[in-house]
């Protein structure tokens, strides 16, 4: 998640999930995200970007590593 500060706030909004979420669904997610966790209220959603991004993985390949020393 991220916040430009601007004359207009722009939210980024990632949720991972086997299959994307209809626009419904996703907008339903943001509205909660911005007012639930963000706290913010008296917002208008102008645009929704929706997108499929893939991450490689491998069987048994971890995500995160320890850094050395």
Same mark, same amino acid.
């Given at each position: 998640?991220?916040?430009? &500060? !601007?004359?207009?706030?722009?939210?980024? *909004? !990632?949720?991972?999930?086997? *299959?994307?979420? !209809?626009? &419904? @669904? *996703?907008?339903?997610?943001?509205? @909660? *995200?911005?007012? %639930?966790?963000l +706290?913010?209220?008296?917002?208008?959603? %102008?645009?929704?970007?929706?997108?499929? +991004?893939?991450?490689p @993985?491998?069987? +048994?390949?971890? @995500?995160a590593?320890?850094?050395? +020393?």
């Amino acid at each position: 998640m991220s916040i430009a &500060p !601007t004359d207009r706030d722009l939210v980024q *909004y !990632t949720e991972f999930s086997r *299959y994307p979420l !209809t626009v &419904p @669904a *996703y907008e339903r997610a943001l509205r @909660a *995200y911005i007012g %639930e966790v963000l +706290g913010l209220g008296g917002f208008t959603v %102008e645009d929704i970007e929706q997108g499929a +991004g893939t991450i490689p @993985a491998r069987a +048994g390949s971890r @995500a995160a590593r320890s850094s050395p +020393g």
